[in-house]
């Protein structure tokens, strides 16, 4: 099936777990090196995701001194078939911060309280809060055992997807 083809049909599925899930956990590199993972709230953009992080939490300022971030968004477990085949989508980032006050700021806090309400815009108004733009270079939509298909950024539903095929191996009894 073509890339395209196969775009069409997985591209729907990822938009609708983006728009069931409203905060995505969200994993960056400390000054050290070290990974860090935690959540955060997100608003959704075609080339990416929108996220207000306060200077008092580890990914603000690890995204200001190291600009790349992987994330995971994953389908509730109370609604789940299967607890070991959870819906799921992954991206690595490039993370821009972005400049208090320009317009892309204020699309970018739009997008927010559209999502969230009032409190993105009370967060967005404290001094120590950042808005970044979480740029997709990469992803993995995972829908079950054997449906794994890979894209490319910069959309969120990717532009080129492959269906990974390779199956699971088995063991010697």
Known sequence: MSSERI????????????DLQKAMFLSSITPDGDPYASYAPFAIEDDGFYVLLSEL??????????????????EDESHAKDLFARK?????????????????WHNGVACLVARHGERSQNL???????LFKLVVTRGRFVKGFGK??????PNVCGESMVHLRDGHLTTKA
Not at 7 to 18: A, D, K, M, V, Y
Not at 148 to 153: D, K, M, N, T, Y
């Open 7 to 18: 775009q069409s049909r997985i591209g729907p599925e990822i938009l609708e777990l983006l």
């Open 57 to 74: 939490a580890l990914h603000a300022v690890n995204l200001l001194k190291t600009p790349k971030a992987a994330a995971l968004i994953v």
């Open 88 to 104: 799921r989508v992954s991206y690595s980032f490039t993370a821009q911060p972005i400049p208090r006050d320009s317009e892309q």
């Open 148 to 153: 794994a298909f890979e894209f490319s950024g």
């Open 124 to 130: 967005s108004q404290l001094g120590d809060f950042h």
